[in-house]
Nanobody
């Protein structure tokens, strides 16, 4: 499956952005989907995950209450709504797909497919 992330940009602290990730070449509804991020000089870290149906979501503590992951299986797209953004949210954001539907992974090494990343920069 191919994943194409978009929606990144420059925003002031306290602002909002909505990331999208469009999937093609696979059966989207058979994948759990994730968002990860990687800041300069840091390891890639888990942000949010959603199961294949959209009925189960999971968030990193650092974004809980500010970010919302959702998906539209009819449009083969997963979203990340980011509100109350902070400078520490600055990173390249990656969407990812998991084939194993039994668990929602938070580990980059367990992801099966990656998108190309979209830059999010939050100014103070």
């Amino acid at each position: 499956v191919q994943l194409q992330a978009s929606g990144g940009g420059l925003v002031q602290a306290g602002g909002s952005l909505r990331l999208s990730c469009a999937a093609s070449g696979g059966t989207f509804r058979t994948y759990n989907m994730d968002w990860f991020r990687q800041a300069p000089g840091k390891e890639r870290e888990f942000v949010a995950a959603i199961n294949w149906s959209g009925g189960v979501t999971y968030y990193a503590d650092s974004v809980k209450g500010r970010f919302t992951i959702s998906r539209d299986n009819a449009k083969n797209t997963v979203y990340l709504q980011m509100n109350s953004l902070k400078p520490e949210d600055t990173a390249v954001y990656y969407c990812a797909a998991e084939v194993d539907l039994l668990v929602l992974t938070t580990t980059p090494g367990e992801v099966d497919y990656w998108g190309q990343g979209t830059q999010v920069t939050v100014s103070s």
